[in-house]
Structures are given as structure tokens and as C-alpha cells.
């Protein structure tokens, strides 16, 4: 099983190397994320500058590269260019409740939607509060 995982909060968030350490062994995993926080991007995509792109060295020695680019360049990057063909795409684990209208600024939500026009099954994952000692309640796949 492939696995592409991404999220909001950036590469180096604890969130998204939350759900990283809890996927089963023998999966492979590629992580494509923004190089920072890109909380609240919404759908955006990036039109007006180049994407710059570095590849690092990540848990397990899982390949990851870190976009200047939103969520959703960070999915589309993945599957055009590293072309990446995913059973599943994961994005998360955001800080922070993903519901109501905030789905619509969301873009942890919007890298898994994305995923699902490219025919990728996807989930958002996201921690309701702001207590982030623990992302099990998260994670518990």
C-alpha cells in the first residue's frame, strides 16, 4: 500500500509526524507538505511565482520534500511530478477542529479533496481544541 501524506501546519509540524509514526509498518509513505504553516489557504493554488522544492531526510527514511507551495500544490506536485500514485492520502493531523464553514478555508481539507478529484481516496484529519500534549485521540487508526 501507498500512502501520500500531507497537511497544513507545515513539515515540521508535530501533527503530521503523529500520523506518520502510526501508520503500519511496510507501508511505503511519500510526504509532500509546505515548507511552513499554510493554515486557512483554502483550494488555493500558486500561480504567480515558482514553486521551490527541497527534498529531506524524514523518519524511517520515508522520502518527504517541503513545498513553498499550498497544500493543494503539495498534492498536485506529488502526483505530477514525482508522479505519485497513491492507494490513500492522508492530510493531517491539523490543530484545530475542521467543521461548519471552515471547511471551506481549511487547507488540510482542501489536500484531501484534492486528492479526491485526482481519484485518490482521501481523509482530513484533524484535533478538535487547543490542547496538542497528545495527538493519540487523532491518530488512534
Excluded: Q
Amino acid at each position: 500500500m501507498k500512502i501520500l501524506l500531507t497537511n497544513d501546519d507545515g513539515i515540521k509540524a508535530e501533527g503530521i509526524r503523529a500520523l506518520y509514526r502510526v501508520l503500519p509498518k511496510g507501508v511505503e509513505v511519500l510526504v509532500v507538505a509546505p515548507s511552513g504553516a499554510r493554515s486557512a489557504s483554502g483550494h488555493s493554488i500558486s500561480l504567480e511565482h515558482n514553486i521551490h522544492v527541497k527534498e529531506l531526510k524524514w523518519e524511517n527514511g520515508a522520502n518527504a520534500y517541503a513545498l513553498d507551495g499550498t497544500p493543494v500544490d503539495c498534492v498536485k506536485f506529488a502526483i505530477a511530478k514525482l508522479k505519485c500514485k497513491p492507494d490513500l492520502l492522508l492530510s493531517g493531523v491539523n490543530l484545530g477542529s475542521n467543521t461548519g464553514i471552515s471547511v471551506f478555508y481549511s487547507g488540510t481539507v482542501a489536500a484531501a479533496r484534492e486528492g479526491l478529484f485526482s481519484g485518490i481516496p482521501a481523509i482530513a484529519v484533524s484535533m478538535a481544541g487547543s490542547d496538542c500534549s497528545s495527538y493519540e485521540p487523532a491518530t488512534d487508526i
